[in-house]
């Protein structure tokens, strides 16, 4: 029998209280350890939006590396993989009817996107400013012409063509995570439809604001807010993106007492093995060069995951959740937690120091951990896999966690952030923010909108019971023999 | 003849099989079945919600004997499967009219064995 109530010293919950304090104290320890940068580290400084950041200056800009191009080669390959890894994280935790029709969705925004970008994303992202700095000029790199193999992207020391395609893989997982969020219940149509338009229309504009370079009121990468790998651009966008289409959308028939629990968890940890693989592409490689930034990135990206992944299990551990009895660690929250670490490291990832990692993942699996748990419930909306509790709300603390733990050298000016004593730098994050989560919200509304008047967004309730598998793909993930 | 139907807890299995094993019965066939009964649903917990679910995993023994062999058969599956709490499963024994020997043509008790 489990523990009723409170724990009982030498039992499993004592070591978890001490666990639990422990990333508790993380933020002071954060300050103490995350001291000034050495030199080199301040020879990067104006590079504060990494990869993407076209007006970054770089000392040795003007020729090809080999190395750094070798390194981001493999990074993009690892960013790639990320989507596949996605495909069984989220297709482990829907019912077998549906399994084929979300890893259809996953690879159709490899396929769709992948096209997209390159005939026109790609500009959109990163071309000159157009309508004020809201958007790339789409003729700068139509068809991706100008986009070279031999001269390197400004401020990089990679060709063009290399930092196009390490981008494109950014595009296409962003609008992949978002299929979390209305599994089992959308028409496969509407979903291609709506995938094409958001990632031109939501994505590639805030990837402009971001990182393409954008000046004025949209150039928050010019305003000094950090996001080193994605997190406003990808995960707040997606999550928020996420929320919009699962409140549109409706519950699923039978939500929440008739939904069946996952129906293959090991394949959702195999999914979420390889997106922790992938990630250090994403953030690595997010350097845009073999620097010790990428380092910093790899080495914070997997504290932090490990971080949160731990704190996820300690959570459900010593809360009472089934019949009064003590809780049990379980393997979906574990990976739910390294999923939320993941994601909260991201904007965070080259500006933090590993004590700082620390902070950020435990303050991920416990913020993901209310909403997931407590918020959605109380809510009633039905986000299917929780994409805005892990990837939004993550993401929302991820973007926030920079300005609180950037060491100096990075942030505004060099200054860091607030543990720094350089508060102005949450202040530039939330606004990054606010822009983010306004813009996708009220973009994916008038997009799903749209979309729904031309093709219908749900699937019809008969095909909904029978599943999407069979339904819209004329196809099933198990035979009942052989 | 008779045919009996058992319902037991999979945990159970293999002690129900070594007890029929040790009485001398060895033709056998088990499912993996789904239902409900007084032991109500099993709770689970996914990322912090409980889930219920009312029909519970359990296996089914299909059991083909001579009249001679029946209470011994069904002893070995009660000592087998029982534990003394609730869902522990039941036995059900019914007449069997004929059995068939697909390989020899061979009918009725003959068949059996």
């Known amino acids: 029998m489990l523990r009723r109530s409170g724990w009982v010293p030498g039992m499993p919950g004592a070591g978890l209280w001490l666990w639990v304090l422990?990333?508790?104290?993380?933020?002071?320890?954060?300050?103490?350890?995350?001291?000034?940068?050495?030199?080199?580290?301040?020879?990067?400084?104006?590079v504060i939006t990494a990869a993407a950041d076209?007006?970054?200056?770089?000392?040795?800009?003007?020729?090809?590396?080999t190395g750094d191009t070798a390194w981001m080669l493999v990074a993009s390959a690892l960013v790639l993989l990320m989507t596949p890894g996605l495909a069984f994280f989220y297709g482990g935790l829907v019912r077998r009817k549906n399994i084929l029709s979300v890893l259809m969705q996953c690879f159709v925004c490899m396929g769709l996107v992948t096209v997209l970008w390159a005939l026109v994303g790609f500009s959109l992202?990163?071309?000159?400013?157009?309508?004020?700095?809201?958007?790339?000029?789409?003729?700068?790199?139509?068809?991706?012409?100008?986009?070279?193999?031999?001269?390197?992207?400004?401020?990089?020391?990679?060709?063009?063509?290399?930092?196009?395609?390490?981008?494109?893989?950014?595009?296409?997982?962003?609008?992949?995570?978002?299929?979390?969020?209305?599994?089992?219940?959308?028409?496969?149509?509407?979903?291609?439809?709506?995938?094409?338009?958001?990632?031109?229309?939501?994505?590639?504009?805030?990837?402009?604001?971001?990182?393409?370079?954008?000046?004025?009121?949209?150039?928050?990468?010019?305003?000094?807010?950090?996001?080193?790998?994605?997190?406003?651009?990808?995960?707040?966008?997606?999550?928020?993106?996420?929320?919009?289409?699962c409140i549109m959308l409706g519950k699923r028939q039978g939500y929440p007492d008739g939904i069946s629990p996952p129906h293959q968890l090991p394949f959702a940890v195999l999914g979420a093995g390889l997106l922790w693989f992938g990630w250090f592409g994403f953030n690595a490689g997010s350097a845009g060069a073999a620097t010790d930034q990428a380092v910093r990135a790899f080495v914070v990206?997997?504290?932090?995951?490990?971080?949160?992944?731990?704190?996820?299990?300690?959570?459900?551990?010593?809360?009472?959740?089934?019949?009064?009895?003590?809780?049990?660690?379980?393997?979906?929250?574990?990976?739910?937690?390294?999923?939320?670490?993941?994601?909260?490291?991201?904007p965070a990832s080259g500006f933090v120091g590993p004590m700082g990692a620390l902070g950020v993942g435990f303050g991920a699996s416990v913020l993901s951990y209310v909403f997931v748990a407590k918020v959605k419930p109380l809510a009633g909306y039905d986000d299917s896999l929780d994409v805005f509790g892990v990837h939004g709300v993550s993401g929302l603390w991820g973007?926030?966690?920079?300005?609180?733990?950037?060491?100096?050298?990075?942030?505004?000016?060099?200054?860091?952030g607030l543990l720094a004593g350089n508060p102005v730098q949450v202040v530039i994050q939330l606004k990054a923010i606010l822009y983010t989560v306004v813009y996708s919200a009220v973009v994916s509304m008038v997009l799903l909108k749209v979309v729904d008047v031309i093709f219908g967004l749900r699937a019809e309730q008969h095909e909904e019971r029978v599943g999407l598998d069979l339904t819209e793909h004329a196809e099933v993930a198990y035979t009942v023999l052989d | 003849m008779?045919?009996?139907?058992?319902?037991?807890?999979?945990?159970?299995?293999?002690?129900?099989?070594?007890?029929?094993?040790?009485?001398?019965?060895?033709?056998?066939?088990?499912?993996?079945?789904?239902g409900?009964?007084?032991?109500?649903?099993?709770?689970?917990?996914?990322?912090?919600?409980?889930?219920?679910?009312?029909?519970?995993?359990?296996?089914?023994?299909?059991?083909?004997?001579?009249?001679?062999?029946?209470?011994?058969?069904?002893?070995?599956?009660?000592?087998?499967?029982?534990?003394?709490?609730?869902?522990?499963?039941?036995i059900f024994v019914t007449d069997l009219e004929q059995c068939i020997r697909i390989r020899t043509g061979e009918r009725g008790s003959a068949a059996i064995g």
């Open chain 1, 399 to 416: 973007a926030i966690a920079a300005g609180i733990w950037a060491v100096p050298g990075y942030g505004i000016d060099g200054a860091g």
């Open chain 1, 301 to 346: 990206t997997h504290i932090a995951t490990a971080a949160a992944a731990m704190t996820w299990a300690a959570i459900e551990w010593v809360l009472p959740t089934v019949n009064g009895h003590g809780g049990r660690p379980t393997m979906l929250g574990t990976i739910t937690g390294a999923v939320a670490g993941l994601v909260a490291i991201t």
């Open chain 1, 125 to 245: 992202a990163f071309g000159s400013d157009t309508l004020g700095g809201f958007i790339g000029n789409p003729a700068d790199f139509l068809f991706l012409n100008g986009v070279e193999f031999d001269k390197p992207w400004p401020g990089l020391t990679i060709s063009g063509q290399l930092f196009m395609i390490f981008q494109c893989m950014f595009a296409v997982i962003t609008p992949a995570l978002i299929i979390g969020a209305f599994a089992e219940r959308m028409k496969f149509s509407a979903f291609c439809a709506f995938t094409a338009a958001w990632v031109l229309i939501v994505y590639c504009p805030v990837a402009h604001w971001v990182w393409g370079g954008a000046e004025g009121f949209f150039g928050l990468g010019a305003d000094g807010a950090l996001d080193f790998a994605g997190g406003t651009v990808i995960h707040v966008n997606a999550g928020i993106a996420a929320l919009v289409a």
């Open chain 2, 36 to 90: 409900r009964g007084r032991q109500k649903g099993l709770t689970h917990q996914y990322r912090g919600l409980k889930s219920t679910s009312t029909l519970i995993e359990k296996v089914k023994l299909e059991i083909a004997v001579n009249d001679e062999y029946l209470e011994t058969a069904v002893e070995a599956i009660e000592t087998g499967a029982c534990t003394e709490q609730i869902g522990d499963g039941k």
């Open chain 1, 54 to 65: 076209v007006v970054a200056v770089v000392e040795e800009a003007g020729t090809i590396n």
């Open chain 1, 22 to 46: 422990v990333l508790g104290l993380m933020p002071t320890l954060a300050m103490a350890q995350d001291t000034a940068p050495s030199g080199a580290e301040g020879a990067n400084a104006e």
């Open chain 2, 2 to 34: 008779k045919y009996i139907i058992a319902v037991i807890q999979p945990e159970r299995v293999h002690d129900v099989l070594d007890q029929l094993e040790a009485k001398g019965i060895h033709l056998v066939t088990t499912s993996t079945v789904k």
